[in-house]
């Protein structure tokens, strides 16, 4: 009955449902093969394809998929040269990872029929979570006790101290819940736009020329938007590495 009445009526949300394609139970826990985990995989192969065809045929030259592996490569790049500095570099490769990752997720979540990987926040508070304990246990290896300075800004009155540590913890430890809310909720919104103007043109026939347009002008705007919040994504990331490298709060 349930699948009769999904079957039934369609809304915008439908697109960001999880199904299982494989069920699996591991110890009490459902551990199935869903939706979700086949896009992940699709997206690391596409990653992976994008990047070994850009770079299989490397000429002095570029051509139009090698410019765009180093365009993304120089991006990402100058973000960590610029937001972390020299020690920067061994981090690189990881947060080049995420912004792939995230952009390809993003991306393809925009073809139609296909699953946004990145509208679900359980996946990106996955990776702001992993982001920031591997942060938080950076800054504690390299400064020991002195990681808790963080929290102090220099050149607080140290009667202002007992009001803002406390706002500064709380604004450390909310980092993961605005990154992964941050990317989720603009994926989610603009694919449930895009899914709604849709519904307007098919409903109208010849009359929805309007709708038509508007989905147009949406749909490059998400195109823009993705790439943003990959970005974003990244540079928040090359931010939190370099509070806990350098202790400068931002």
Known sequence: MAEEAHGAAHGPLDQFEIHRIWELEMFGIDASFTNSALWMLIVV???TLFLTMSMSGRAMVPGRWQSL????YGLIAGAVRDNVGSEGRAYFPFVFTLFMFVLFANFLGLIPFSFTVTSHIIVTFAMAAFIFVG?????????RFRFFTLFSPPGVPVYLAPLLVPIEIIGYLTRPIS???RLAANMLAGHTMLEVFAG??????IFGIAPFVAVIAIYALEVIVAFLQAYVFAVLTCLYLSDAIHLHPH
């Open 45 to 47: 192969a596409a990653i």
């Open 69 to 72: 592996a180093e365009a993304a």
């Open 179 to 181: 990154l992964s809310v």
């Open 200 to 205: 307007f043109v098919v409903a109208m026939g």
């Open 135 to 143: 942060v938080t246990v950076l800054g504690l290896v390299r400064h």
